[in-house]
């Protein structure tokens, strides 16, 4: 069949354009390969199961390569378990992935890379160093510490509560500060929030701006989450939202579920615990170790009372004894004088009656003062064992936890295993590594080591 010409030049259709490429794709790249990208958009259909990924390489904020990707239903669903088991997420957008997938060009359809396998352990990698990116950064900014320095309410009586009103955690939450034994009183106030997922960043620090707005009517804030595991905790570690917890003006309890490690929300959190209902005993503890300093309190000025009153009943008694033995004496020395000794001993008991009455007044005065000067004392005292103890017991509990995950977690990256299971391989001839290129000759047979096996391949032209 004859072509069309133009000026002397063949004439193509686009089609024969399109099949030229499909036949260079096809020749050239024969094998799956392993790539690594970011996932811009995941472009999931419920309907059919299929995936159709916009993955991109960036270069700083820059998109420096874009390239379209398909994921067929039946891959998809495997990929997504055990992305789920192994990262305790679902496969999502704005993530990091390592894939194997076959480049494929389809003259309808254009260049795509077709995945079969997603490698979650890559994408682990990059969560976690990414969660140390924020801790370090949130340190380097001098705020990871702020909230847990603020101090703890005596009474922590008025609460806002981050939650799903519908969650059994929030209900199991609000249970029981309600039928606390004791019968202390709370006032709390819901603020609805997804818990889960990338929507719970905005809907947490959207609610948190709005405590903000009316924290002189709070004391603290408490986020609570039910069970349903650990997927779709990711958000916790966002720098955006621990940078709004760790800033945050009133202190914040955290109860998000979860078993495992923290994450870096409860790290930067005033205090943090597993479950709500923990959350809400804490609440009850302080109330009662605040009734129980106020018991004390109360018991120290009854007994300071009691002892000041024996002390001047002693005096009087003393007093009295006094005047009853020298009373005898002066009449016998008067005797012939009755009216002047009378006079005079009238006079006497009035000033006596009016000393002692002066000496009484300025002793309770003195009891008075005294009792509040030593319920001052008392509670300067007791505030700065309060702030001082925990503080300090906390920080060297809290410096030591995190200096062996860091050292766990570099020893568990840096294994072998793991160097493998990023994507690196090793080339071996003879048993040995190669280092080099130029050591390798036409024929030499080599075997290349990867995580999941080894392949095996004959030189053809060495470089």
């Known amino acids: 069949m004859e072509r069309e010409t ?25 094998r799956p ?9 995941l472009n999931y259909y419920p309907y059919s199961g299929h995936c159709y990924p916009e ?21 998809f669903k495997d990929i997504n378990r055990r992305f789920i088991q192994i990262t305790g997420e ?35 990698g990059e969560m976690v160093r990414n969660r140390q990116e924020v801790i370090d950064r949130l340190k380097k900014e001098q705020i990871f510490e702020l909230n847990r320095r603020l101090p703890m309410p005596l009474v922590p009586k008025r609460v806002a509560v981050i939650s799903v009103e519908t969650s059994k955690g929030y209900s199991d939450f609000i249970q029981t500060l309600q039928h606390n034994e004791p019968g202390y009183k709370f006032q709390t106030e819901l603020f609805p929030s997804i818990l889960q997922g990338d929507k719970a960043i905005t809907g947490i620090t959207g609610q948190l701006d709005r405590i903000a707005q009316r924290q002189d009517e709070f004391d603290v804030v408490v986020i609570v989450r039910g069970g349903g595991g650990d997927v779709g905790m990711s958000c916790y570690d966002d720098y955006g939202l621990t940078q709004k917890v760790a800033t945050f003006p009133l202190p914040v309890l955290t109860g998000i579920g ?29 109330f009662r170790r605040f009734e129980e300093q106020i018991n004390d309190c109360m018991a120290r000025i009854a007994q300071q009372a009691q002892t000041r009153i024996a002390e001047v009943k002693q005096a009087l008694v003393r007093t009295e004894t006094a005047l009853q033995y020298k009373l005898p004496k002066v009449i016998d020395n008067h005797r012939n004088n009755l009216s002047e000794t009378y006079k005079t001993l009238v006079f006497k008991s009035k000033e006596t009656t009016m000393h002692q009455g002066f000496l009484l007044k300025s002793l309770m005065q003195e009891i008075g003062n005294e009792m509040q000067l030593h319920l001052h004392r008392n509670q300067q005292q007791l505030e700065r064992f309060q702030e001082t103890l925990p503080k300090g017991a906390l920080a060297i509990l809290r410096k030591r936890t995190l200096e062996c995950d860091n ?26 590594a190669v280092t080099k290129a130029t050591d390798l000759q036409s024929g030499d047979r080599l075997v290349t080591k990867l995580y999941d096996g080894e392949i095996a391949s004959t030189v053809d032209t060495p470089a």
């Open 6 to 30: 133009f000026n002397n030049h063949t004439v193509y259709s686009l089609s024969d354009v399109a099949m030229s490429i499909h036949k260079v794709i096809e020749r050239t790249y024969t």
């Open 55 to 75: 993955l991109v390489e960036r270069e700083g904020n820059t998109i420096k390569t874009e390239m379209r990707a398909v994921i067929w239903s039946a891959n």
């Open 90 to 124: 679902p496969l999502k957008e704005n993530i990091r992935i390592l894939c194997l997938a076959t480049v494929q060009f389809s003259p309808k359809h254009g260049l795509a890379l077709h995945i079969e396998d997603v490698e979650p352990t890559y994408t682990l």
């Open 407 to 432: 050292l766990s977690e570099k020893l568990h990256l840096l294994s072998p295993e793991n160097v493998l299971k990023r994507g690196y391989s090793i080339t071996l001839k003879d048993g040995k």
């Open 33 to 41: 390969y392993y790539i690594k990208a970011e996932i811009l958009k």
């Open 258 to 286: 979860h078993s495992t490690n923290l994450t870096v929300t409860d790290m930067v959190a005033h205090a943090n615990f597993i479950t709500p209902t923990d959350v809400a005993f804490s609440l009850i503890e302080d």
